[in-house]
């Protein structure tokens, strides 16, 4: 084996070399990226939270309200048609106003507390979105550090072989040009 394939080998070898460390330090920078996408935290919902996500389910629907509107009509239907000594909340209709800020003042803060945990599940979806990103990033990092090395060492073997076709060309034109 002549001295140039030893030397091409040797550079073959260190670029291997090189590109694998590439390799090993994106995988090691990817890691943990990759873990926190694979194995998200587990929701653990308490009872009262559970409760909250079904009251702001109903309480944000067309069946509750449609359901409200009809419960308010029968009401306001039978403390006005039956005679006075039936109807229990008469026209003022005070129970049913109590009713309903009670259940306006109740329903509120359940609501929120349901718009919190998914205001939570919001930060953390983004969380995981910036985490894809970054890796993404990384990605195009190690393409790019690859390409660099790729480059730079196609630079050089070109660069190399122009010098020995430089060296060829100038011993040809010594044996071309008489000796004087």
Same mark, same amino acid.
């Given at each position: 084996?002549?001295?140039?394939?030893?030397?091409?080998?040797?550079?073959?070898?260190?670029?291997?070399?090189?590109? @694998? +460390? &590439?390799?090993?330090?994106?995988?090691?920078?990817?890691?943990?990226?990759?873990?926190?996408?694979?194995?998200?935290?587990?929701?653990?919902?308490?009872? =009262?939270? +559970? &409760?909250?996500?079904?009251?702001?389910?109903? =309480? =944000?629907?067309?069946?509750?309200?449609?359901?409200?509107?009809?419960?308010?009509?029968?009401?306001?239907?039978?403390?006005?048609?039956?005679?006075?000594?039936?109807?229990?909340?008469?026209?003022?209709?005070? !129970?049913?106003?109590?009713? !309903?800020?009670?259940? *306006? *003042?109740? @329903? *509120?803060?359940? #609501?929120?507390? /349901?718009?919190?945990?998914?205001?939570?599940?919001?930060?953390?979806?983004?969380?995981?979105?910036?985490?894809?990103?970054?890796? /993404?990033? !990384?990605?195009?990092?190690?393409?790019?550090?690859?390409?660099?090395? %790729?480059?730079?060492?196609? &630079? +050089?073997?070109?660069?190399?072989?122009?010098?020995?076709? %430089?060296?060829? !060309?100038?011993?040809?034109?010594?044996? #071309?040009?008489?000796?004087?």
């Amino acid at each position: 084996m002549n001295k140039d394939s030893k030397t091409l080998l040797h550079s073959e070898t260190i670029q291997l070399a090189k590109l @694998q +460390k &590439i390799v090993e330090q994106t995988i090691n920078d990817e890691k943990l990226i990759i873990n926190n996408l694979l194995h998200p935290p587990e929701d653990v919902l308490t009872k =009262g939270q +559970k &409760i909250s996500d079904k009251v702001a389910t109903f =309480g =944000g629907s067309w069946a509750f309200i449609i359901s409200f509107f009809v419960i308010l009509a029968v009401w306001i239907l039978f403390n006005t048609l039956t005679p006075l000594k039936d109807n229990f909340d008469p026209y003022p209709f005070i !129970l049913m106003n109590l009713i !309903l800020s009670c259940i *306006a *003042a109740l @329903q *509120a803060p359940i #609501i929120m507390m /349901s718009q919190n945990r998914v205001e939570e599940k919001d930060r953390m979806r983004s969380e995981n979105d910036y985490l894809i990103n970054l890796k /993404s990033e !990384l990605a195009i990092r190690a393409l790019h550090e690859k390409m660099d090395l %790729l480059l730079e060492e196609q &630079i +050089k073997v070109l660069f190399e072989s122009q010098a020995k076709q %430089l060296d060829i !060309l100038k011993s040809i034109e010594r044996k #071309i040009t008489p000796k004087v």
